[in-house]
T-cell receptor, first 114, second 115 residues
Framework: DTTVKQNPRYKLARVGKPVNLICSQT?????MYWYQKKPNQAPKLLLF???????READTFEKFQSSRPNNSFCSLYIGSAGLEYSAMYLC?????????????FGEGSKLTVL | GEQVEQLPSILRVQEGSSASINCSYE??????FPWYKQEPGENPKLIID?????ERKQIQELIVLLDKKAKRFSLHITDTQPGDSAMYFC??????????????FGHGTILRVHP
């Protein structure tokens, strides 16, 4: 099974409220990623876990939190959603920290902040 | 960090003709260049990739070319079919150092193949 599952597929949130997105994979991949995709923009890497080590991009450092309680699950947490967080959030996983190439993407979680 | 430019944004072709998408990158340390296809409502899927030790790779109707000197790479779809209609993303990453596995994507190209 090469599926990466994301929940929820669609999320409506109010400004100022928290948002938690979940991702899971059963491929025993060591690395899991979160990308943000806005219309007409490239998918932007927010953070990734290599095993238990979290790497956050410098410009998103304070905006997103994440946890990886075990190899299969990874969450993306927004403490206080703003309008600018409206986007598609793509989770992906890879083995060998992506050295061998392929990232497997989930279908995305579309977040709309009102 | 790495920057990847992708052109065109929209590409319309007739069925049976070829389609070409071009990407450029800035970081000479990038050595892995995958292409992802995303169909509406679905997740992006890897369709072909090339590493810096190659200049050309072909899988069936897909051809990727890499020019390391110019820092450019491209995807060519020969004999396009309506099923090729989708969003295509190029990306670049390196497989060593702190940036290992961190894909930087282009903005994407919407390909429409008309019957």
């Amino acid at each position: 099974d090469t599926t990466v599952k994301q929940n929820p597929r669609y999320k409506l949130a109010r400004v100022g409220k928290p948002v938690n997105l979940i991702c899971s994979q059963t491929m025993n991949h060591d690395t899991m990623y979160w990308y943000q995709k806005k219309p007409n923009q490239a998918p932007k890497l927010l953070l990734f876990y290599y095993d238990k080590i979290l790497n956050r991009e410098a410009d998103t450092f304070e905006k997103f939190q994440s946890s990886r309680p075990n190899n299969s699950f990874c969450s993306l947490y927004i403490g206080s959603a703003g309008l600018e967080y409206s986007a598609m959030y793509l989770c992906a996983s890879s083995r060998d920290r992506g050295r061998t190439g392929q990232l497997y993407f989930g279908e995305g979680s579309k977040l709309t902040v009102l | 960090g790495e920057q990847v430019e992708q052109l065109p944004s929209i590409l319309r072709v007739q069925e049976g003709s070829s389609a070409s998408i071009n990407c450029s990158y800035e970081d000479s340390a990038s050595n892995y260049f995958p292409w992802y296809k995303q169909e509406p409502g679905e997740n992006p899927k890897l369709i072909i990739d090339i590493r810096s030790n190659m200049e050309r790779k072909q899988i069936q109707e897909l051809i990727v070319l890499l020019d390391k000197k110019a820092k450019r790479f491209s995807l060519h779809i020969t004999d396009t079919q309506p099923g090729d209609s989708a969003m295509y993303f190029c990306a670049a990453s390196e497989d060593t150092g702190a940036n290992t596995g961190k894909l930087t994507f282009g903005h994407g190209t919407i390909l429409r193949v008309h019957p």
